[in-house]
Structure formats: C-alpha cells, structure tokens
C-alpha cells in the first residue's frame, strides 16, 4: 500500500512571495489533514478535511494560507505572501477514521529568506 | 483550549528501560496516542490508548489514567535506533471529525 506522498520536498522562496504544496493520501482516506511543524515543536494543525468538506481550519492563517481538497482526494496548501515565521515543515496526514492513527507524509521543507 | 505537556530530553543506555511521561489538560477527550520522529523524518504511529491501562505493543508500551490526565510510552530493551523525537497527542472527540493535539514531544538519546 502506497504511503502519503507530498512534494516539493524542499522549497526556499522569499519573503513575500507565495508557494504551494500539494498531497496525495492513502487511498480510500477520507481524513486529510495539513500540520505546521516548526523545529523543535510538536506538529501544528492548520486545516482538517473530511472528504471535499473542511472539518476544522480554526488554526490556520486565512489572511496569507488557503487549502483545497477538490474531488476528496488531492489537496493542495498555499501561502500567499509568505512570512519568515512560515518557515516549518508542512506535514500532510490521512486517516480512514479509525481511532487516534494518522498516517504522515515526508513533509515540504519550507525556507523564507 | 488543549495543553500537553513531555519532558524535553530524556537519555538512557542501549538495553535499559526508558519511560516517557505525558499529562494533559484539554477541553475534550477520547484517547491519547504516541508517535515517533527522527530527525528530518515523518511522525509515525506507535500506539493508541483510549481506555485505561496498559497497551503492549512488542518492545513498546503505552499507559493511560484519564482521572489522572496522565499518561506514558514506555520503551524496553533500548536500541540504538531508537534514538528520535517522541510525541503524545490527544484525540478529542470519537469519530471521522476528531482531530490530534501534539505536545512538544520529547528527543531521546540512546547511548553505548
């Protein structure tokens, strides 16, 4: 079974300009969650989705971040401008729903100069 | 609001017995799940409480008290390549719309 697959892996933009990052679950996940983690923290969520719905975006940034999971599969997250304080990792997750297991992907590393 | 809380650092030598702690204090709670991270790598699942007691899970287990808001992942026979960050999270509520809670987690060095 094909795990979380995310890309890019790595990013460096700068300051004010926008990236995204996109994800594709395990299949037949309905769950799919986007995390922040910055170093030295626990992972963050920024945006939960339960098929093509949102279940809970209330941590994540709408001014500068959106995310989109059109069709219930694919996601995508973007921010647009960055910040410096967006420098993290960007974990995404999928879950069938069963019990406290959530399955991560690699991560984007995400550098803002 | 939801609030973990793990020790920073932990160290232990190869072969002996490790114990890290977790207490919460969150609004909501279903069950407390522990994840493992090496550096530059993904969380993965470890185990999953959502009753009290003890789960055993080969070399790993995991213990939870909810009238205590505590819990721990204890780790036997320590390797080397055990060495990573490990973090509990709270599951908030049962079902497909429940969400994770991650502490700050806890680096573990394991030495000769």
């Known amino acids: 079974e094909a795990g979380v697959a995310q890309s890019p892996r790595y990013k460096i933009i700068e300051k004010r300009q926008s990236v995204a990052f996109w994800c594709n679950p395990i299949?037949?996940?309905?769950?799919l969650y986007w995390y922040q983690q910055i170093l030295g923290q626990g992972p963050k969520l920024l945006i939960q989705?339960?098929?093509?719905?949102?279940?809970?975006d209330s941590q994540l940034p709408k001014d500068r971040f959106s995310a989109e999971r059109l069709k219930g599969v694919d996601s995508t997250l973007k921010i647009q401008p960055a910040k410096l304080e967006d420098s993290a990792v960007y974990l995404c997750?999928?879950?069938?729903?069963?019990?406290?297991?959530?399955?991560f992907g690699p991560g984007t590393r995400l550098t803002v100069t | 609001g939801q609030s973990l809380e793990q020790p920073s650092e932990v160290t232990a030598v190869e072969g002996a017995i490790v114990q890290i702690n977790c207490t919460y204090q969150?609004?909501?709670?279903?069950?407390l799940s522990w994840y493992q991270q090496h550096d530059g790598g993904a969380p993965t699942f470890l185990s999953y409480?959502?009753?009290?007691g003890l789960e055993e899970t080969g070399r790993f287990s995991s213990f939870l008290s909810r009238s205590d808001s505590y819990g721990y992942l204890l780790l036997q026979e320590l390797q080397m390549k055990d060495s990573a960050s490990y973090f509990c999270?709270?599951?908030?509520?049962?079902?497909?719309?429940?969400?994770?809670?991650f502490g700050t987690g806890t680096r573990l060095q394991v030495t000769l």
């Open positions: 997750a999928s879950s069938s729903g069963t019990g406290g297991v959530q399955y």
């Open positions: 299949s037949g996940h309905a769950t």
């Open positions: 989705f339960q098929n093509n719905g949102v279940v809970d």
């Open positions: 969150t609004s909501g709670f279903y069950g």
């Open positions: 409480n959502a009753l009290d």
């Open positions: 999270a709270v599951r908030d509520t049962r079902g497909t719309a429940s969400k994770l809670t």
